[in-house]
């Protein structure tokens, strides 16, 4: 167990639909990430938060967007989902930058 | 941004056979880590090795900084140990970027 928290798990939702991801860091963490991981793509970098705010942003389209809200947790949105958009997204956290990163268990979402 | 190859990209071993994963790295790095993507989809941390050896069973790793590069060893592999091995690094934007992968594939 790498203390990264996401849920949910799974996730089947249908196009043009509207989900919410939620990542909660191991104790102590300030910093979390979010990757996807497709077929095609391996594991890309979107977004990156620092103590609530954003630090860094990757190949992140713009119908997705995310937060850190003040107890550290994150949610990562995805609206107007798209066929493509069907992946494996995982949340990261360290407690510093460049320290050692710990993935959660990753929330599948398949969109139909 | 920087650039991570991960040779070989698919492995077959023999259970209790040695094998040596390569990752190359296009620049100076602060954050070097390898993981083992199980069949159920988990990442789980074998190394953070920015530089120098470390071990930790049958794995160990080894970063040598200046050449830009990394080798992950495993030794008397066991079927438990199939799955994708990715090598990540982090070059002063602080977000991992990973290499594709190596599938192991160790049978019986």
């Known amino acids: 167990d790498s203390g990264v928290t996401q849920t949910p798990k799974h996730l089947i939702t249908a196009t043009g639909q509207r989900v919410t991801l939620r990542c909660s860091p191991r104790?102590?963490?300030?910093?979390v990430y979010w990757y996807q991981q497709s077929l095609d793509q391996g594991l890309q970098f979107l977004i990156q938060y620092y103590n609530g705010e954003e630090r860094a942003k990757g190949n992140i389209l713009e119908r997705f967007s995310a937060q850190q809200f003040p107890d550290l947790h994150s949610e990562l949105n995805l609206s107007s989902l798209e066929l493509g958009d069907s992946a494996l997204y995982f949340c990261a956290s360290s407690v510093a930058t460049g320290a050692e990163a710990f993935f959660g268990q990753g929330t599948r979402l398949t969109v139909v | 941004g920087i650039q991570v190859e991960q040779s070989p990209p698919d492995l077959i071993l023999q259970e209790g056979a040695n094998s040596t994963l390569r990752c190359n790295f296009s620049?100076?790095?602060?954050?070097l880590q390898w993981f083992h993507q199980n069949p159920w989809g988990q990442l789980i941390n074998l190394f953070y090795?920015?530089?120098g050896t470390k071990q930790n069973g049958r794995l160990s790793a080894t970063t040598v900084a200046t050449e830009r590069y990394s080798l992950l060893y495993i030794s008397s592999s066991q079927t438990t140990d199939s799955g994708v091995y990715f090598c990540a690094v982090g070059a002063g934007s602080y977000q991992l970027t990973f290499g594709k992968g190596t599938k192991l594939s160790v049978i019986p």
């Open positions: 104790s102590g963490d300030l910093s």
């Open positions: 090795i920015p530089s």
């Open positions: 620049d100076s790095v602060n954050n």
